[in-house]
């Protein structure tokens, strides 16, 4: 389920309810926070609580009660002017849970390497930036290598365009605007209607490529991760001379597969399955 639709189940759940548990038999209250966080996190990491009671139906004494404890937690923090943002807490628990991610992909990483030779990679879009979490290399000599937990821009890497193929127009310019748009190497896009135009072609051919953009000579094939929990991505990168057209042809649909596969493991993960 998209993460805008369990967030309204969420919501709706919180609001209709007024027994001491949740619908689904969780807390109710331990529900309605993290709803409440998500939502932060959807604004921009910073709201007031005018803002929280608009978007998720909750009366204002119900939401300052769970802020209140969210900052004594350190989850949230106040500032002076009374708005809420996402407190330092929340750092290692997402470290923790991408490393975890990370760990959990390295398998069906480890696949494609075997099926395409060339170096497998997964990447989460963390706030503006791409960040990899994790990486099965290639066995050939000459191979691609990027450290576990960099960090780049999306508009110049096939990884940040799968991201960002979903987002709405407005959404990507404003991405854009914050990060500015670098340029890489020579063949890196450098305006927002040359990159808008891209995500165009991403979403017609169900891939994206990063020809060249980011290193001279090196191309890159990434795929989204359907129904990931957080937007995330899966690739392979290596020599122009070996990811050709044909091989793209053929990559493709084996990662489109792989993709599936890590979408439904990760759904069991998080459901408590194995």
Known sequence: MPSSD????????????????????GVQSLERAFDLLERMADAGGEVGLSELSGSSGLPLPTIHRLMRTLVACGYVRQHPNRRYALGPRLIRLGESSSRLLGTWARP??????????????????????VVYVAQVPSRHSMRMFTEVGRRVLPHSTGVGKALLAGSPPDDVRAVLARTGMPAATERTITTPEDFLAALEHVREVGYAMDDNEQELGVRCIAVSVPDSP?????????????????ATDKFVPLMHEVAEQLSKALASTGSGGG
Not at 108 to 128: K, P, Q, S
Not at 230 to 246: K, L, N
């Open 230 to 246: 957080t937007a995330a991505a899966i690739s392979i990168s290596g020599p122009a001379g070996r990811v050709t057209e044909a």
């Open 108 to 129: 069906y990483l480890a696949r494609l390497v075997e099926e395409t030779g060339e170096t497998a990679n997964m990447a989460l879009l963390d706030g503006d930036e």
């Open 6 to 25: 369990r967030r309204e189940s969420a919501a709706t759940a919180a609001h209709t309810s007024t027994a001491a548990t949740g619908q689904s038999g």
